[in-house]
């Protein structure tokens, strides 16, 4: 059974910063591209950052690029996003997500697992 569970998240100041960790379990992860994704309420969910299996093919949206760092530890199936410079506006629900094609990893339908998500609120 496939797994992925999220933590890391919580309630910090504007100008804080996070690290959320994504651990998979129940498949090989050195296969899989690994992204992160956030929903706000009422509003659908986009695409934070992705990491290939490769390690070396990383892509950030615009509203988090220089901020946020995503990185991945095969030895630990594990997969980081380090959120500097929070912003109130960084206020969702994270999900992690494992995508075996790694094609097009910005979009969410392509990946084949998700995570329960993990809530993070930034206030003012």
């Known amino acids: 059974q496939v797994r992925l569970v999220e933590s890391g998240g919580g309630l910090v100041q504007a100008g804080a910063a996070l690290r959320l960790s994504c651990k998979a379990s129940g498949l090989s992860f050195n296969n899989y591209s690994m992204g992160w994704f956030r929903q706000a309420p009422g509003k659908e969910r986009e695409f934070v950052a992705a990491?290939?299996?490769?390690?070396?093919?990383?892509y950030y949206a615009n509203s988090v690029k220089g901020r946020f760092t995503i990185s991945r530890d095969n030895a630990q199936s594990t997969v980081y996003l380090q959120m500097n410079s929070l912003r109130v506006e960084d206020t969702a629900v994270y999900y992690c997500?494992?995508?075996?094609?790694?094609?097009?990893?910005?979009?969410?339908?392509?990946?084949?697992?998700w995570g329960q998500g993990t809530q993070v609120t930034v206030s003012s």
């Open positions: 997500a494992a995508d075996l094609r790694g094609v097009m990893v910005q979009v969410p339908t392509v990946y084949d697992y």
């Open positions: 990491i290939k299996r490769n390690v070396h093919s990383i």
